[in-house]
């Protein structure tokens, strides 16, 4: 029997599900257009019909992880604290979201930085959308006097920094087997980030 042919969306979609499998049990080595094809059933033509070459599939999956971020995110419940929904998106939000998708967390926030230019311009609307779901709940913080004399972007630099550096820990410690219940570390170290903002001026450093 011959493999099953494709097409549309349907199979686009089944394509980065399995690429998304692929790399994240065997790594980026491991994706290729042929084993992505194989994983579904379908044919190395169907894998460039439906989204291109190796970079086509990785930009896919950043397009898809940005915006699964972005969903999650913007899901939480809104309430009158603006510092406590920030929190919020960063545990119940961005937390939830990389222990559910590391091989999305990688190709978003890691494996973008060596990617190919072309393939970084590809991720830019996506990126953007994420990004200004965070933007959005740190101007929030701001109209309330929670970030001191930051600007909106340099508060958001650094809490989206602290969520990556805590985020690549909780999976480093998952690939380990010994990952304990990060919630309240990552509460307690964004809590301690905006306590400081809130008692500090900030500064810009020089250009």
């Given at each position: 029997?011959?493999?099953?042919?494709?097409?549309?969306?349907?199979?686009?979609?089944?394509?980065?599900?399995?690429?998304?499998?692929?790399?994240?049990?065997?790594?980026?080595?491991?994706?290729?257009v042929?084993?992505?094809?194989?994983?579904?059933?379908?044919?190395t033509?169907?894998?460039?019909?439906?989204?291109?070459?190796?970079?086509?599939?990785?930009?896919?999956?950043?397009?898809?992880?940005?915006?699964?971020?972005?969903?999650?995110?913007?899901?939480?419940?809104?309430?009158?604290?603006?510092?406590?929904d920030?929190?919020?998106?960063?545990?119940?939000?961005?937390?939830?979201?990389a222990?559910a998708?590391?091989?999305?967390?990688?190709v978003?926030?890691?494996?973008?930085?060596?990617?190919?230019?072309?393939?970084?311009?590809?991720?830019?609307?996506?990126?953007?959308?994420?990004?200004?779901?965070?933007?959005?709940?740190?101007?929030?913080?701001?109209?309330a006097?929670?970030?001191?004399?930051?600007t909106?972007?340099?508060?958001?630099?650094q809490?989206?920094?602290?969520?990556e550096g805590?985020?690549?820990?909780?999976?480093?410690?998952?690939t380990?087997?010994?990952?304990p219940?990060?919630?309240?570390?990552w509460?307690d170290?964004?809590?301690?980030?905006?306590?400081?903002?809130?008692?500090?001026?900030?500064?810009?450093?020089?250009?």
């Amino acid at each position: 029997m011959g493999r099953k042919r494709v097409h549309g969306e349907e199979t686009a979609e089944a394509l980065l599900d399995a690429a998304e499998r692929i790399l994240e049990a065997e790594g980026l080595e491991a994706l290729t257009v042929r084993r992505v094809a194989e994983e579904v059933g379908t044919t190395t033509r169907a894998v460039y019909t439906s989204l291109g070459s190796k970079d086509a599939l990785i930009t896919g999956l950043g397009v898809r992880g940005f915006a699964l971020l972005a969903a999650e995110v913007a899901a939480l419940p809104t309430t009158d604290d603006p510092a406590a929904d920030l929190i919020a998106a960063a545990v119940s939000g961005f937390r939830n979201w990389a222990l559910a998708h590391p091989a999305l967390f990688q190709v978003t926030f890691q494996q973008r930085a060596t990617a190919s230019p072309e393939v970084r311009l590809r991720f830019e609307p996506a990126r953007k959308e994420a990004l200004e779901v965070l933007l959005g709940l740190i101007r929030r913080l701001h109209g309330a006097g929670g970030i001191g004399g930051r600007t909106v972007q340099e508060a958001a630099w650094q809490f989206s920094s602290l969520c990556e550096g805590l985020a690549a820990m909780d999976l480093r410690l998952a690939t380990s087997g010994s990952q304990p219940d990060s919630a309240p570390i990552w509460t307690d170290a964004l809590s301690a980030l905006i306590a400081g903002w809130q008692r500090t001026s900030g500064s810009t450093p020089a250009v």
